[in-house]
C-alpha cells in the first residue's frame, strides 16, 4: 500500500484488513490519485482513477436525470472480480474510492467497512490546507512526485 | 414465499432476540430487517453472510452437507443464523438471556417458509 | 475374492454385531486392500468403540497407509482399553524404534516379550533395540535422545512404515495378566496422542494453529479420506470470520461455534489464544453433548499444549 498523504495510512490499512480488498485506489473528483494498494503498474493505476472519475461523473449526471442529487456508490458484479466506487466528503474536498474484491469478500462488508474508512479518513485528517494553484510548469512535477509516493521510486 | 417482514416479526416476539434480518447469502446486503434500536443490522447482514459462506467451504471441504443451523457464541449473546434455500440467509441476533432452542425452532420454521 | 473374505463377508452382512469384522480386516489388510479394511474397521469400532482390539486393528492400517502418527495414537488407545495388549506394545515398540526413542521401543517390547516368551519375533527385536542402545550409549554424540527430533537412524525393523507384524506380531490369543503402568506423560517423537483416550481421538477431533496447520487429531470424511489438512486450512480463516463478528457486534469474545449440517454436528472452539478445535460427531450425537465433549476435549488439548512447551 502507498499513500501521497500519510494520515490516510492507518485508516486505509484498516479497511483493506477488514475488507480483504484486493484492489483499492482513493483518489479526488479530478482523478488525481490519493492512495493505492494492490496496483503494480503505474499505468494502471492512472487508467483506473481516471475511469473511475468519469464513471462518477457519469453517474452524477444519471442522477440529475433522474432527480435525485447525487448517487454515491455503485457496485459491479463480475465473474471472478467485482468493483465496488464510491464518492465521499472530506475536509480535502470530495473523493473517491475505487475498490476491486473477490470471493474473499462480499459487496456488504466492502460497503459496512467503506463507510468506516470514510468516518476515521474524516477523522485523521489534518487542518484544511489552503488550496495551491496547480501551474501547468508544477503539474508534471507533481505527478512524478506522487507517483514515486505511490511504487516507492 | 411469505411475508419475509412478518416472520421477522414473529421471531422477535422470541424472549432475548434483539432482530433478525434476512440477508443475500452473496452479497450481505439486507434484505428485510426487523431490528432493535442500536442493533447494526448491516454490520449484522454482511458479517453473518461472510461466516456462513467461510463455513460453507469448511463443511465441503470436511465432505459434509452444508450447514442447517449456526450459533456463534459470545460472552455477550450470540449470533444464530439459518439458510434460506441457496441464495437468502436468516439472521438473528441473541442476547445471552436469550431463548436459542425455542429461537432455533422458530427459525427453521421461519426459513422453510422463506425458501 | 478369495472364500474366506467371502464367508466372513457374508458372516459380517448376516449379523453386523459380529466381532468378525476383526478378522475380515486383517485378512482385507494382509492383501492390501486398505481402504476395504479401513472401512470394516471403521464400522466396527463405530459398533464397538472400546475393544481394544479394534483399535489395534486400525492402527494396522494406519500404519500399513504410512501414517504412523495415527496408528501412533490407535495403539495408545487400545492400551487405554486394555494394557496387556501385547501386539499395541508390540506395534509401539515398532513406532519408537523407527522414530529413535530406543528406551521407550525397549519398554514396549520387553512387555510384549514378558507376555509372550515364545515369540521369537519380539524376541530378535528386542535384541536388536538392546544392541542398538548399547551403541548409542557408547557413542552419545550421535544419538538422539529419547523426546528429540524423529529420528535420522535408518528404519532396520521390517519394511518402511509397514505394519510390524512380519517380524513381531504374530496372532495373539490373550497374554495374560500382567500389568502394564503405561506412563501417559510419555511423549513420543511420532506424535503425541493428543487426545489419548477419548472417544473419537483419531478421527473427528482436529486441534489447529493459528496459521491453519494441523496440531493434532485427524479428520476423515463419510468416504475415510483425509480431510484433516484442508479442513484445518479453512479454520483459521473461519475463526477469524467469528472474532470479527463478534467484536463489530460488541458482543465481547467469541466462545463456541456450533454447526448442525444435514448429515452431522460440528463445534468450533479455541483451546488457547491461538489454536483452534474442530470437534465433529454424528447425527445421533446431539449438539448439547457434541458441546461437552468439546469441552472436555479442549482440556486434552491444553494439557498437552503445556507439555509441549
Not at chain 1, 479526488?28 to 468519469?54: E, I, P
Request: proline content about 4%; aromatic content about 6%; charged content about 20%.
Amino acid at each position: 500500500m502507498r499513500t501521497v498523504e500519510p494520515w490516510v495510512t492507518e485508516p486505509l490499512e484498516r479497511f483493506l484488513a477488514e475488507s480483504s480488498a484486493r484492489l483499492t485506489l482513493l483518489m479526488t473528483s479530478a482523478g488525481q490519485v490519493v492512495a493505492q494498494h494492490g496496483f503494480t503498474r503505474s499505468v494502471d493505476v492512472m487508467t483506473a482513477a481516471a475511469l473511475g472519475a468519469a464513471i462518477m461523473a457519469s453517474t452524477g449526471e444519471i442522477a440529475k436525470l433522474v432527480g435525485e442529487s447525487n448517487f454515491l456508490s455503485l457496485a459491479h458484479q463480475g465473474a471472478r472480480q467485482h468493483v465496488f466506487l464510491s464518492a465521499f466528503e472530506t475536509p480535502r474536498g470530495r473523493w473517491i474510492g475505487l475498490v476491486v474484491f473477490d470471493a474473499e469478500s462480499t459487496v456488504g462488508l466492502v460497503q459496512l467497512f467503506f463507510e468506516r474508512l470514510v468516518k476515521e479518513l474524516a477523522a485523521a485528517a489534518p487542518q484544511q490546507v489552503p488550496e495551491q494553484q496547480v501551474l501547468p510548469e508544477n503539474f508534471e512535477r507533481e505527478l512524478n512526485a506522487s507517483l514515486r509516493a505511490l511504487f516507492g521510486r | 414465499m411469505s411475508n419475509p417482514v412478518q416472520l421477522l416479526e414473529r421471531l422477535s416476539t422470541v424472549r432475548g432476540l434483539r432482530g433478525s434480518v434476512l440477508v443475500s447469502a452473496a452479497d450481505g446486503l439486507i434484505v428485510a430487517e426487523s431490528l432493535m434500536t442500536g442493533v447494526d443490522g448491516r454490520a449484522v447482514a454482511a458479517l453473518a453472510a461472510s461466516l456462513m459462506n467461510r463455513l460453507r467451504r469448511a463443511t465441503e471441504s470436511a465432505g459434509r452437507r452444508e450447514p442447517v443451523f449456526l450459533q456463534l457464541q459470545a460472552q455477550g449473546g450470540s449470533v444464530l443464523a439459518t439458510p434460506c434455500g441457496p441464495d437468502l440467509v436468516l439472521v438473528a441476533v441473541a442476547g445471552p438471556d436469550a431463548n436459542v432452542g425455542l429461537a432455533r425452532l422458530e427459525m427453521l420454521e421461519a426459513a422453510g417458509k422463506v425458501a | 475374492m478369495s472364500d474366506d473374505i467371502r464367508g466372513m463377508t457374508a458372516e459380517l452382512a448376516a449379523d453386523p454385531d459380529s466381532l468378525i469384522f476383526l478378522e475380515l480386516g486383517e485378512a482385507l489388510r494382509r492383501r492390501g486392500q486398505l481402504d476395504a479394511a479401513f472401512k470394516v474397521a471403521r464400522t466396527g469400532l463405530g459398533r464397538y468403540p472400546e475393544l481394544a482390539r479394534a483399535h489395534d486393528l486400525f492402527a494396522r492400517i494406519f500404519c500399513d497407509r504410512k501414517e504412523p502418527d495415527r496408528a501412533f495414537e490407535s495403539w495408545v488407545t487400545a492400551l487405554q482399553f486394555d494394557p496387556s495388549l501385547v501386539s499395541a506394545h508390540k506395534g509401539l515398540g515398532f513406532l519408537y524404534y523407527q522414530a529413535g526413542d530406543l528406551a521407550s521401543a525397549e519398554k514396549h517390547l520387553a512387555y510384549a516379550g514378558q507376555a509372550d516368551p515364545d515369540d521369537g519375533g519380539t524376541a530378535t527385536a528386542l535384541e536388536r533395540v538392546r544392541a542398538d542402545a548399547t551403541a548409542a550409549k557408547a557413542a552419545p554424540a550421535s544419538v538422539s535422545a529419547a523426546g528429540a527430533e524423529p529420528a535420522q537412524a535408518e528404519p532396520r525393523a521390517a519394511g518402511d512404515g509397514a505394519a510390524p507384524d512380519d517380524v513381531m506380531l504374530p496372532t495373539i490369543a490373550g497374554a495374560g495378566g500382567l500389568a502394564f503402568s503405561f506412563d501417559e506423560g510419555a511423549r513420543s517423537p511420532v506424535q503425541e496422542a493428543v487426545f489419548s483416550g477419548l472417544d473419537g481421538g483419531a478421527d473427528g477431533l482436529l486441534l489447529v494453529d493459528a496459521n491453519g496447520l494441523r496440531l493434532g487429531g485427524g479428520l476423515r470424511n463419510p468416504d475415510g479420506q483425509d480431510v484433516a489438512d484442508s479442513v484445518a486450512a479453512l479454520l483459521a480463516g473461519v475463526s477469524k470470520e467469528a472474532a470479527r463478528t463478534t467484536r463489530l457486534l460488541a458482543l465481547g469474545d467469541w466462545r463456541g461455534l456450533a454447526v448442525e449440517c444435514g448429515d452431522g454436528n460440528l463445534f468450533l472452539s479455541a483451546p488457547s489464544d491461538s489454536t483452534l478445535l474442530l470437534t465433529v460427531r454424528g447425527l445421533d450425537v446431539p449438539m448439547g453433548r457434541v458441546a461437552r465433549f468439546a469441552e472436555r476435549a479442549s482440556a486434552a488439548a491444553r494439557t498437552w499444549l503445556e507439555r509441549a512447551e
